[in-house]
Structure formats: structure tokens, C-alpha cells
């Protein structure tokens, strides 16, 4: 009989966290709005393991629809260095699941003392970080047991995408929201599982995108990784071809995580010539064929990375599980990593 997992337990409450968002929207959208009529001139972020992978989605998200820079700044330039930062006219935006971190706290607190507006977006607002907050955005995924955070991530990207919506003051945008949770049903319901035996035969595997949802890809390689066991490791289609795709042969497995904007063409080309070296590949979108793990089709192509992850979680529960390992507690990690 299949053990039942308190991570799959928790991707089940996805769809349910995502309508909690949804309740409370006016107060990422006001964010996006004040980001805007403050006149910031740009963003710095902070965060680590799979809440940097949401501050990458957001990045990608301000980056491309409203021209601002987004910067990731490493927590020990403040943690370990103690560098003074100069920040005026920034929001730093911190991510984190637990809000617990010493040296998240500490990049924070340096951001502020630098002149930059902190806004925290944490699943755990009663923390450190969310104490040294000028403005908390709770995420409102309920808690997580299972080590390996999934709708705190998921929380994370919504709340990216209305802070987003709310910048542009984009109605089109906000109303697709509205569609996520049954979307997100719908996601679960997605069966990947014939790729489990095809890629776990390979030696390694690439998880492969770029732009919005190369966050995706980095999120999925940290899950094999932590949950599964597997070594994986996450690229840009456009970094594949400066140096890494001369290993990929038959002993390499591949998820590409496709897309409907202007990164299409560059991660089609990325599939075409991993699957022409004779990889292992699967392509993850709303496609329909043989080599396609599905996705549901929304009418907003900014919410398909939502999709793929939700997806995605599904299988890499399967997969820990069929292999015999423990999602919910992998050796050598703690639900709440402290770093300084």
C-alpha cells in the first residue's frame, strides 16, 4: 500500500491556500500600486533554497512587464561582511517560508538602515524577518510539516503576480487570479507518473527554462534533489549552449519547461537538441503529445509557471515515494534552516 505523505497532503491544500489569497487581494495589489506611485526606482530581494526560486519568479515578472531592475543580493554581503548598503529610492522584498533565518533578517535590517523600504512576504508573519518588516504580506498557505516547502512556494508566486497586477493597475491580469484555484484543481489532477521509470534511469538530469519560468526549473531540480534523491540541475535554455549541453546523451533525462511568450522559440530549440543527443526529454505545457507531461490551458500565459509547479509537486511526491525515500523529512535538512 502507498504511505501517504504530509507532503502530499500539503500540495492537496493548494488549491484551497491560493482562495485564502485571493480573500485578502487588495493587499498585494495596494503594494504594486504604492510601488508605483512611490516612484521606486528599483527592487532588491533576498531569500534562499525555494523562497530565492520565488524571488527569481518575481524578478522576471517586475523585469519584463514594468522595466524596473530587480536584484538578488546575497545575505551575507550583511550577515558576514556587514557592507553598508545604499539603497535609497529601493524596496528590498524578502522571501521566506519561516521568516526565521539570521541572516535573512540581517540583509533586511542592512536594506532599511540603507534607505530601502522592507516588505516581507512570509508564510510565517510572527518572525523575525516579519518583525523587521516596515510591511508584511502573509501568504496564507496554513503551515507546513513537511520539510520540503510546496504551497508556501505557490503563495509566494500569487502574491508575485498580484503585486505585478497591481504595479500596471492590470485588470485583465487581476481577473485571471481568479481562475487560479480551480486551475490549480485541475493541475493536481494532472498524471505524470510515465516519466518517472524513464527518467530515473539516467545519470542526471536538466531542468531546463527561461524567463518567468526559469524559476520553475530551478525549483524543480532543488525537489529531485531534496525529496527524490536524484541529481539535478537547473539552466536557461541560453545557458544550455554555453557549455553544458556537451554531456547531454541517452544517460541524461531532461524537463523542459516550455512556454507561450517570447522565450518559446529559445526553449523549443533547447528540447530539439537535447532530444537530437538522444536525452531522455519531457516537455511540460499544455501541449498534446507522446513526450508532453500536461498542464491545464489558462487564458493568461504569466500564470502557466503557477501550473507547472503545482504539477510538478504532484510527481516529485510520487517519485520520492516510489523510491523508496521520505519527502517529508530528507536526511540532513530541518524544516526551519538557519543561516548566518
Known amino acids: 500500500m502507498r504511505r501517504n505523505t504530509l507532503m ?25 500600486r504604492r510601488l508605483c506611485q512611490d516612484g521606486t526606482l528599483g527592487l532588491v530581494t533576498c531569500g534562499r533554497g525555494t523562497s530565492d526560486h520565488a524571488a527569481t519568479f518575481f524578478k522576471y515578472l517586475m523585469e519584463t512587464n514594468t522595466g524596473l531592475p530587480v536584484a538578488s543580493v546575497g545575505p551575507s554581503v550583511a550577515s558576514v561582511y556587514g557592507t553598508k548598503l545604499r539603497l535609497d529610492g529601493f524596496a528590498c522584498l524578502t522571501f521566506s517560508q519561516s521568516g526565521g533565518s539570521p541572516d535573512l533578517a540581517a540583509l533586511q535590517q ?9 516588505i516581507a512576504i512570509l508564510n510565517v508573519p510572527d518572525s523575525p524577518v516579519g518583525d523587521g518588516a516596515d510591511l508584511v504580506l502573509p501568504v496564507l498557505a496554513g503551515p507546513e510539516r513537511a520539510v520540503a516547502a510546496t504551497k508556501s512556494f505557490i503563495g509566494m508566486m500569487v502574491a508575485s503576480l498580484a ?15 481568479s481562475a487560479l484555484p480551480d486551475l490549480a484543481r485541475d493541475a493536481l489532477s494532472q498524471n505524470w507518473s510515465r516519466a518517472g521509470p524513464p527518467l530515473v534511469r539516467t545519470k542526471s538530469l536538466y531542468c531546463i527554462g527561461r524567463g518567468l519560468n526559469m524559476a520553475v526549473a530551478a525549483e ?3 525537489k529531485l534533489k531534496e525529496t527524490c534523491h536524484l541529481h539535478a540541475e537547473a539552466y536557461s ?22 512556454a507561450r511568450d517570447r522565450a518559446k522559440s529559445s526553449i523549443d530549440a533547447s528540447l530539439f537538441r537535447l532530444k537530437e543527443l ?6 511540460v505545457q499544455s501541449d498534446l503529445d507522446e513526450d508532453t507531461l500536461s498542464i491545464p490551458t489558462t487564458k493568461h500565459k504569466m500564470l502557466d509557471p503557477v501550473l507547472q509547479v503545482i504539477a510538478f509537486y504532484k510527481f516529485a511526491e510520487y517519485l520520492a515515494v516510489s523510491l523508496g525515500e521520505n519527502p517529508d523529512a530528507p536526511s540532513g ?8
Open 8 to 32: 502530499a497532503a500539503e500540495i492537496a491544500e493548494i488549491p484551497e491556500a491560493i482562495a485564502r489569497q485571493l480573500n485578502a487581494l487588495d493587499t498585494y495589489l495596494e503594494t504594486g
Open 110 to 118: 542592512a536594506a532599511r538602515e540603507g534607505g530601502a523600504q522592507a
Open 163 to 177: 503585486i505585478v497586477a497591481g504595479y500596471l493597475q492590470d485588470s485583465q491580469m487581476t481577473a485571471a487570479l
Open 220 to 222: 524543480a531540480a532543488l
Open 237 to 258: 535554455a541560453a545557458e544550455l549552449f554555453h557549455g553544458p549541453v556537451v554531456i547531454a546523451d541517452e544517460s541524461l533525462g531532461a524537463l523542459v519547461f516550455g
Open 278 to 283: 538522444g536525452a531522455v526529454v519531457y516537455k
Open 333 to 340: 535538512l530541518k524544516k526551519v534552516t538557519e543561516t548566518i
